[in-house]
């Protein structure tokens, strides 16, 4: 159908509302052209057209369904969780570290020793250690090996070789081999038989009090009237968790107390009198220095 | 529909969904209501919904609540003809846009739902008819019907000024 002066509104109309085909619509634009009398309706009708305000549907939020509207609930499920899931683990390698503790210097002539210092300690049959406690400072003219065992075949040596002299000798090959930090550790500095190899008291300043805080911690060079308990991992590389030392006083306080219980029910008993009040009881990577 | 699809639908068509129930009942409460209904609606028919005919079910059915619910309490009035009121009667002369809102206002509730449905949604005239259960036939008349009265106010206001 043409587009003419009897039927132009309706293709007007439908101009408007775009339902035209693109033919009709080329034809409306030519009649409008050729009638300017009727340009005007057009544009009115043109104005007739809505245009979209900017409404925003109120509380919208509450419309969505399914997983956004449970996320909240979830994260707060996950978080209280995660917390009992950490307060579970921590708790069982406390108590495990307690366990392999006691299990550990149970064993009949087994003890741990520290190394000297930067190196891992080292675990040797308490036979092979008849070391008695010693002046152990880095003394210059030290006897290498194979003068102290000279010196013992000559009879000016009571023992053949001090403990550093083994490890030098290559008598604890296996030792070293397992000589690191398992992160849970008892160390018992009572009686001369079980004494760490590397840990020598100053016989000339026996009523000295050794130092409680290593300089690992407190990063001070240990002086040299300092016992070798003070010296022990003094590594500039040591890691802080594994030199940190607490301080337990077990008159003092309940938490002392208990772990001097604990380390007394768990050690043999000392056999030097001079190190029978001081005891180290190491929890995870922290040792407890209890009196 | 799955869950996600279905906000997806929530996102795009709830706010034209509430400006075209807003438009028509005039009244906030009830386009809001309108609007939440025909959601709930759509989600208990989700699997049987597809989500490329959601926003047409949307309005299908806001569209008839909004019906039922005028029909009901009868606030709309349905007028043929536009009150004699004059222009100049209503203050000062304000912009186009706001005199398209109260000649606009001046239809009666089919022949401003077909407009706004045209106008502020693109429906063709086949999807109109489907969506209001309307013949193609009276949904052309009816909008035609419409643009002539709107062009007409327009042209009153025009007129006076």
């Known amino acids: ?291 | 529909m799955t869950a996600d699809e279905y906000n997806d639908c929530v996102k795009q068509y709830a706010d034209g969904l509430y400006r075209f129930m807003l438009k028509t009942t005039r009244q906030a409460e009830d386009a809001h209501d309108l609007v939440q209904s025909a959601f709930e609606k759509l989600w208990e028919r989700r699997k049987e919904v597809n989500a490329a005919t959601a926003k047409s079910y949307l309005f299908t059915i806001a569209y008839h609540k909004m019906i039922d619910q005028t029909r009901k309490e009868r606030r709309i009035l349905f007028a043929d003809k536009l009150p004699e009121t004059r222009a100049t009667e209503r203050g000062p002369t304000p912009g186009l846009k706001q005199v398209l809102e109260q000649a606009l206002e001046r239809l009666n509730e089919r022949q401003r739902s077909l407009v706004m449905l045209k106008d502020y949604e693109g429906y063709s005239y086949e999807e109109i008819s489907v969506i209001t259960g309307l013949s193609l036939a009276q949904v052309r008349v009816n909008l035609h019907r419409a643009r002539i009265q709107l062009k007409e106010y327009l042209v009153s206001i025009e007129y006076v000024l």
């Not at chain 1, 309706?41 to 900017?54: A, G, Y």
């Not at chain 1, 495990?96 to 049959?125: D, F, M, T």
């Not at chain 1, 208990?258 to 990577?285: E, Q």
């Open chain 1, 1 to 291: 159908m043409d587009i003419n002066r009897n039927n132009y509104e309706s293709f007007f109309l439908r101009w408007v509302d775009c339902e035209l085909s693109a033919l009709d619509r080329e034809q409306v634009e030519n009649f409008v052209r050729q009638n300017p009398d009727l340009e005007k309706e057009l544009v009115m009708l043109q104005h007739t057209v809505l245009v979209p305000n900017d409404i925003v549907c109120p509380d919208k939020e509450s419309l969505y369904r399914g997983e956004k509207r449970r996320a909240v609930p979830l994260i707060w499920w996950t978080g209280i969780a995660a917390g009992v899931l950490a307060l579970l683990i921590s708790g069982w390698l406390l108590l495990n570290g307690n366990k392999k503790v006691l299990e550990r210097n149970n064993e009949p002539g087994q003890h741990l020793v520290k190394a000297e210092a930067g190196a891992a300690p080292k675990r040797i049959s308490a036979a092979a250690d008849p070391v008695q406690p010693e002046t152990k400072q880095e003394q210059p003219g030290r006897l290498a090996p194979a003068d102290a065992k000279e010196q013992f075949a000559a009879g000016r040596r009571k023992t053949p070789l001090r403990i550093e002299d083994k490890n030098a000798d290559g008598v604890q090959k296996q030792a070293a081999n397992i000589g690191k930090y398992s992160g849970v550790q008892q160390d018992l500095l009572a009686g001369t038989d079980r004494r760490p190899a590397s840990i020598a008291i100053d016989a000339s300043a026996p009523a000295q009090k050794p130092a409680l805080v290593t300089p690992a911690i407190n990063h001070q060079p240990p002086s040299a009237h300092q016992p070798a308990l003070a010296r022990a991992d003094t590594n500039e590389n040591t890691d802080i968790g594994e030199a940190a030392i607490l301080i337990f006083n077990g008159r003092d306080n309940p938490v002392g107390a208990m772990l001097n219980k604990t380390a007394k029910a768990s050690m043999p008993p000392a056999t030097d009198k001079r190190d029978k009040s001081r005891r180290h009881l190491n929890i995870g990577l922290f040792q407890v220095d209890l009196k």
